[in-house]
């Protein structure tokens, strides 16, 4: 039979510890974002180049990072890299979570460029735009209106993805909670707590997702 005593006193006391955490998992998540999008950007566009070795190169580096575990990146960017450039924890996170999720958002992006009819582009090139002027222009303001939401989406994966950088001392959510439990060994408490303030964070930014969806979908119409 389960018997535990629970005591959510905890929770209170170390209420500010907790909010800190989670800040500075939203941080480490955003920075992580902000680097990963002109990653994802290259190397999507670098996927449906014509140029066949930018091609190769482009789509070997998204397979690998998606086929290889976040944990194992983290590993081998902190120890690996961390050792020859001096990187600290928190940065070797960020650099670790903006390779990783750069390979995700350069599918994201090459599906929505492609996406959009071949006849925009050749419409635009026959009325004497050239191909950058027909992609700045064009194209790519077709393609955002379908890149924003699962952009978004992947957003929330990256935060809570972002809990496996305690892993190398990565001050975050996850790592606070570690420490917590290490100096009060009330586990069930604290990881209840971190559950839901994980939840209230995806859960909001996934209605912030709909609104805007609801939004673009009623300017389309």
Known sequence: ??????????????YDVLIEGALLTLEISAISLLLSLPIGLLFGFGRISKNSFIRFISSAYVEIMRGIPLLVLLMWIYFGLGGIFHLSSYWGSIISLAL???AFLAEIFRSGVQAVPKGQLEAARSAGMSSYQAMRFIILPQAVRRILPPTASQFIILIKDSSLVSVISGVDLTLKAKNLVSSTYLA????TAVAIIYFIITFSLSLIIRYFEKRMLKNEL
């Open 100 to 102: 990783f999720e750069a």
């Open 1 to 14: 039979m389960f018997n535990y005593d629970f005591d959510w006193s905890v929770i209170p006391e170390n």
């Open 188 to 191: 069930l408490e604290i990881w």
